[in-house]
């Protein structure tokens, strides 16, 4: 049985949970692939006194046919009841049976795909919580799901009968670097961190990704074998991930792409114009859509400044727009691009992703995790109108803002005269945009530290991609 790896705090959570002496309702989300079927199969040892899932994509009859199916599974001897409300009470029949036992553990996986169009799911599903688990203090109920969007609006922030009744939110995030580390030692792989770093910047800490990978070969070889192969397994993951999400994927995947081509991210009146979609609810359901299943983040463009940026942050996806979606008839074309301009350049704008996801790894590396701190991305310009883009800003509560400087290169980083003015025109853009009165310290932040070089005093720090392996948790 494959061990569980990188889980811990939600592990400590959910004995935590197991532990009280009421009924527990746990609403469980995160991004497919994630792991969070697996994380609740493992911590149950597969013992569970109802489990059933959801059909992707499913009709009502394939809903109810598979949810009536698990129910016989577990001891059911009725016919199949008609309708969500007798399906919930023939439920309730077989765990009223369960009033002995110290935990009776309901699980409900991909609890979105049940339901269907006006097919009264939610409300039979706050109707059989209320009328009979929530009054049998055994009952241990977990409901999973990778349409976050769904859990958010349907469970957590319901208004009717489920209003307040999950007593625990447990989100499940891709790995961090220390999880990925932790993830490949335990195939007992030899690979460098720099290899590690390199594929992190195309899956992500996606666990299902990660378990794709050989370890025995090398990171350009399989990033080939997972999107360029003939039978490649990811060639098609992005088309499923948006259809296994949204009922209606096509305006997330327009976004999706739009935001692709924007490294720095876009504005919702910018999202808005650009793919002609009116400033409504519905491109705010949209935003919020792809913002809880970690697609996307949503900024504030500076501390002093209301407008917000929306910016794609899922590293699968931004691999799949920019090398995949143009397909390739070279089945080694990563391989064979190693050193291009355009694979650099990816390198460069995935690394500053990779340290964005890490902000708390770097607050940690410049001692920062004891204070209160700010940190946002912020577009501005100076007084003669040239624009600065800066990815990373740490505003701190003691008198000081540091400013972000992020360097891909696998050797130390050689700054450059003509690097040096491209950073100080940054540095003078923003110290006529912030009128805080505070001090500019800089900070780089690289792979792999810096080489002698006569710029190097104008870094009050420096941090490399180590720094971003550590783990948070101690």
Request: proline letters at 2%.
């Amino acid at each position: 049985m494959e061990k569980l790896i990188g889980r811990e705090k939600e592990l400590a959570k959910l004995d935590k949970y197991i532990a009280s002496d009421r009924p527990e309702f746990i609403a469980v989300y995160g991004r497919r692939r994630v792991g969070k079927t697996f994380l609740i199969r493992r911590y149950f040892n597969e013992r569970f006194d109802f489990f059933t899932t959801g059909i992707i994509e499913g009709s009502y009859k394939d809903e109810t046919d598979a949810f009536y199916l698990s129910l016989r599974k577990y001891g059911y001897k009725g016919k199949k009841p008609s309708g969500w409300l007798n399906m919930f009470e023939a439920l309730a029949s077989l765990i009223n049976k369960k009033a002995g036992k110290k935990r009776c553990v309901i699980f409900i996986d991909e609890i979105s795909c049940f339901d269907t169009r006006n097919s009264g799911f939610v409300k039979a599903l706050g109707h059989f919580w209320n009328d009979t688990a929530s009054r049998q203090d055994n009952v241990f109920f977990v409901i999973c799901g990778s349409a976050t969007s769904w859990m958010i609006r349907n469970v957590i922030n319901n208004k009717g009968g489920l209003h307040n009744r999950a007593t625990h939110e447990l989100s499940l995030r891709p790995f961090d670097l220390y999880q990925t580390e932790q993830y490949f030692k335990s195939k007992r792989s030899k690979w460098s961190r720099v290899s590690i770093l390199q594929t992190y910047m195309a899956l992500g800490g996606v666990p299902y990704y990660l378990s794709l990978l050989d370890m025995d070969d090398s990171t350009a070889n399989n990033i080939d074998n997972l999107f360029f192969a003939y039978d490649a397994p990811l060639k098609d993951e992005y088309r499923r991930l948006f259809r296994s999400l949204y009922k209606s994927p096509e305006k997330y995947i327009d976004v999706i792409e739009l935001l692709a081509s924007h490294r720095g991210g876009l504005t919702r009146a910018e999202i808005s114009k650009k793919l002609k979609i009116a400033s409504s609810r519905h491109l705010t359901d949209i935003l919020d859509d792809l913002e809880y299943c970690d697609f996307i983040r949503k900024f504030r463009n500076g501390m002093k400044n209301n407008s917000e940026i929306y910016q794609l942050i899922d590293f699968f996806t931004i691999f799949h727009n920019q090398f995949v979606k143009k397909p390739s008839s070279d089945t080694h074309f990563w391989r064979n691009t190693i050193n291009t301009p355009a694979q650099n350049n990816w390198y460069g704008l995935s690394y500053e992703r990779v340290c964005m996801f890490h902000i708390q790894h770097i607050l940690k590396a410049l001692r920062l995790d004891t204070i209160h701190t700010e940190f946002y991305a912020l577009r501005c310009e100076d007084a003669d109108g040239k624009k600065a883009q800066i990815d990373m800003v740490i505003d701190r509560s003691d008198g000081l803002i540091d400013i972000c400087e992020v360097k891909y290169s696998l050797g130390k980083y050689a700054m450059t005269a003509q690097e040096y003015n491209k950073i100080q025109n940054r540095l003078d853009a923003f110290s006529q945009w912030d009128k805080s009165g505070k001090g500019l310290h800089l900070v780089l932040i690289t792979v792999n530290g810096v080489a002698k070089s006569a710029y190097n005093d104008m870094f009050q720090r420096i941090i490399v991609a180590d720094d971003l392996f550590c783990n948070i948790a101690e």
